[in-house]
């Protein structure tokens, strides 16, 4: 399973060697010099420190930390199961399968697990040779059609949208360069089935690439154990293939002339495979020139929208402020209107108010005189009264007195002059 297993040279320090393996199956003496019907489990007594196999960061009970164990003995139980794997830490999920003999374990981490692979498979449990694998990862995913600078981190995080993420990873060429394919592995089926109907429906883009990525299911191979001799199924086919041992074969023979036409039809393959490959990297390329094209275009379109909007808003600005300022002159023009209204009032009543002093002296001043006269009249009255009385003679007239009527009094007749 290439996608659930680590790189091989972490195996190698992992378990004990081949005679160790048969120094555990003797039923005498195993290798600690105990006899078998004083051993409990082939890990009694025997204990791993996990915090020197845990990586910094590394997450803890994972898909990738499960084993499938196979070959179990009849009625065996998951405590059992449990007490064999107790060298290798709590484990987080037992399950057993009693009826068909095998079961699931899930160790803390993948590294541990295995060293609890390498030591355990093959060994003999209760008469029974065990097989132990690494279960197949049933939440993972292969991601195709990656852009060019996606990196482990940025590809999480895209498809943590979906689920809880355990593991997310670019996978690059031997030189550190991207493959355009990647790894993602959820840790539950939901999750993995959310995230393939999603990218199947839409187009899920990672970058301001606009080419979406292809979300399938991860082929999960075992380059590690591959094959054995010992689980071959014998039956008569496989003896009849294995009449003839590996040999070349011989020229102008029925199995050379046949084995030619099936290298033809495998260079046919191959060079029709090529050629689909260069047609489709062709395709590629055509395709990527069109949408510069085209995307030089959509951002010329954008630039002259923006524009437009830019200057759409700089006119409403424009009108804003003439309206502004036509309602600024208005509200001078009211004022100055106002200003002068109040100066003509106020001008108008200074007018009334000097009219009135005048008319007010103007009046004043006729009473004044006819009072005057009034006063200077009645003591010339007097005045001639008694020197009339004192004569003797009150009757004598005056001359020119005829012509002055009675009723008219001489103040009277100045008065008249006067006015």
């Known amino acids: 399973m290439q996608g659930n297993q680590g790189p091989r040279g972490e195996q190698q320090y992992h378990g004990p060697s081949r005679h160790q393996f048969e120094n555990q199956k003797n039923p005498g003496v195993n290798s600690n010099g105990q006899h078998a019907d004083e051993q409990e489990s082939p890990n009694a007594g025997i204990t791993i420190d996990l915090q020197n196999f845990r990586k910094p960061g590394e997450k803890t009970y994972t898909q990738r930390s499960r084993l499938f164990v196979g070959n179990l003995p009849t009625g065996v139980t998951e405590a059992e199961v449990e007490k064999l794997f107790s060298k290798y830490g709590k484990a987080a999920e037992i399950f057993i399968n009693k009826d068909r003999g095998f079961g699931f374990i899930r160790l803390e981490t993948k590294t541990v697990a295995e060293i609890a692979k390498a030591e355990l498979d093959d060994t003999s449990f209760r008469g029974r040779q065990l097989r132990v694998r690494f ?26 949208v979906f689920g809880q993420i355990e593991r997310a990873i670019v996978i690059v060429d031997d ?82 002339e046949y084995a030619m036409r099936w290298k033809a039809l495998m260079e046919m393959e191959k060079q029709q495979y090529e050629q689909v490959d260069r047609n489709i990297k062709e395709a590629h390329e055509k395709l990527e020139q069109e ?58 009543h200074s007018e009334e108010m000097m009219r009135r002093q005048q008319e007010g002296f103007k009046g004043n001043f ?36 005829a012509n002055i009527p009675a009723e008219n009094p001489p103040l009277m007749v100045m008065l008249d002059i006067l006015e």
């Open 366 to 401: 006729p009473g004044n005189r006819e009072q005057e006269m009034r006063m200077h009249m009645q003591g010339q009255g007097i005045n001639r009264n008694s020197m009339g009385a004192g004569e003797g003679n009150p009757s004598v007239p005056i001359p020119g007195a």
């Open 291 to 348: 949408m510069e094209a085209a995307r030089h275009e959509h951002q010329v379109i954008l630039m002259r929208q923006d524009l437009l909007r830019r200057q759409e808003e700089l006119r409403r600005m424009e009108e804003l402020h003439n309206q502004e300022m036509q309602k600024r002159k208005q509200m001078e023009l009211r004022q100055e209107e106002e200003r002068r209204r109040r100066e003509e009032e106020m001008r108008m």
């Open 175 to 256: 030189r550190g360069r991207p493959t355009g394919k990647g790894i993602v592995e959820y840790t539950a089926k939901p999750a993995a089935r959310k995230a393939l109907d999603r990218c199947a429906d839409g187009a899920f883009l990672l970058t301001a690439f606009p080419r979406p990525v292809t979300v399938e299911p991860m082929e999960q191979f075992d380059e590690d154990e591959g094959l054995p001799e010992r689980i071959v199924n014998k039956n008569q086919v496989f003896h009849k293939e294995r009449e003839q041992p590996p040999r070349f074969a011989q020229p102008g023979t029925f199995e050379y």
């Open 135 to 160: 279960a197949t990862h049933g939440a993972a995913l292969t991601v195709r059609n990656l852009p060019q600078f996606i990196s482990n981190e940025l590809l999480e995080e895209a498809f943590s």
